[in-house]
């Protein structure tokens, strides 16, 4: 049974940092482009970060220069940094991990983790 386990989430004050990371039980993890989603209260969940599986990287505006997605195949697992944080991007983090191979699909998702950040 394929899981999708993140953590790292948390309380933070304005200004400050965490790191999110996923472990994920997954066949052939490095074939998976991995994305950083967030669903705030009463608002849809919209895409953070992804790094696909040859290494490139795309960012939300809200985030880009604060945020960075790295990922570790050896390991299995995909991490977000998190810096100079706003009481915006307080949300629940969920990792996803997507394949598709000739009209074939395979798309998982964590729990998520709540992040609030608040003085």
């Known amino acids: 049974q394929v899981q999708l386990v993140e953590s790292g989430g948390g309380l933070v004050q304005p200004g400050g940092s965490l790191r999110l990371s996923c472990g994920a039980s997954l066949y052939n993890f490095a074939l998976y482009t991995m994305t950083w989603y967030r669903q705030a209260p009463g608002r849809q969940r919209e895409v953070v970060a992804s790094m696909s599986r040859d290494g490139g990287t795309n960012y939300a505006d809200s985030v880009t220069g604060r945020f960075i997605i790295s990922r570790d195949n050896a390991k299995n697992t995909v991490s977000l940094q998190m810096n100079s944080l706003k009481p915006e991007d307080t949300a629940v983090y969920y990792c996803?991990?997507?394949?598709?191979?000739?009209?074939?699909?395979?798309?998982?998702w964590g729990q998520g983790t709540q992040v609030t950040v608040s003085s």
């Open positions: 996803n991990a997507l394949r598709t191979l000739f009209g074939s699909k395979w798309d998982y």
